[in-house]
């Protein structure tokens, strides 16, 4: 089945404390994107990547990292994380670039207190 | 920057009515897609229509674009209980390297009263 996973589905943890949420797809996919969604502001792309060692900033990258070592996989990463960076959080990838459709992981709701 | 912007931000009507929603974006577009997100769920692909397309049709789900006013409109037929979701337009900005990224708008939330 194709699809999209994204590990863990829920998290809370505290200020500082480094964090990793993965991101996985089945499709042989070359464009892999994160978003995050918050009330009243809809998604905003953090990060995005074209193909294997090839990312680049969306509209909100400060406080995150992502790394592009295997096409399938592409992770997320909190090296502080800090209230503000309470949100629900998606994956998503497409074939080859934005301008195809899109599949989005299941989320990952994430509190930082 | 924001580039689609749906509207209404809120729509409740009867099942069986119709349900228009529209999105305006601002720059030029290779295409426009929408999407559809169940509470707290990941987004759900509905359509996509080219720029040089003018209308699109899948099921009930009906989509336009006019690229001159820089705007599209999802109409969905009929509606059901199940249609209750938020609703999203996305666009993916033309650049001379293909489009890198996608943008989303804030979504309207549509509800589907029995």
């Known amino acids: 089945e194709a699809q999209v996973t994204q590990n863990p589905r829920y998290l809370i943890t505290v200020t500082g404390k480094k964090l990793t949420v993965t991101c996985s797809q089945n499709?042989?996919?070359?464009?892999m994107s994160w978003y995050r969604q918050d009330p009243g502001l809809g998604l905003r792309q953090i990060y995005y990547s074209m193909n294997v060692e090839v990312t680049d900033k969306g509209d909100v990258p400060e406080g995150y990292k992502v790394s592009r070592k295997e096409k399938r996989n592409f992770p997320l990463i909190l090296e502080s994380p800090s209230p503000n960076q309470t949100s629900l959080y998606f994956c998503a990838s497409s074939l080859s670039n934005p301008s195809y459709e899109q599949y989005f992981g299941p989320g990952t709701r994430l509190t930082v207190t | 920057s924001q580039q689609g912007e749906e509207d209404p931000q809120a729509l409740s009507i009867q099942e069986g009515e119709n349900a228009t929603m529209n999105c305006s974006y601002k720059?030029?577009?290779?295409?426009l897609q929408w999407y559809r997100q169940n509470s707290g769920r990941g987004l759900v692909h509905l359509i996509l229509i080219r720029s040089n397309e003018r209308e699109k049709h899948s099921g009930r789900l009906r989509v336009t674009l006019d690229t001159s006013k820089k705007s599209s409109s999802l109409l969905i037929t009929a509606s059901r209980a199940a249609d209750t979701a938020s609703y999203f337009c996305a666009t993916d900005a033309e650049a001379p390297q293909g489009a890198q990224k996608l943008v989303f708008g804030q979504g309207t939330r549509l509800t589907i009263n029995p």
């Open positions: 499709m042989n996919h070359e464009y």
């Open positions: 720059t030029s577009i290779n295409n």
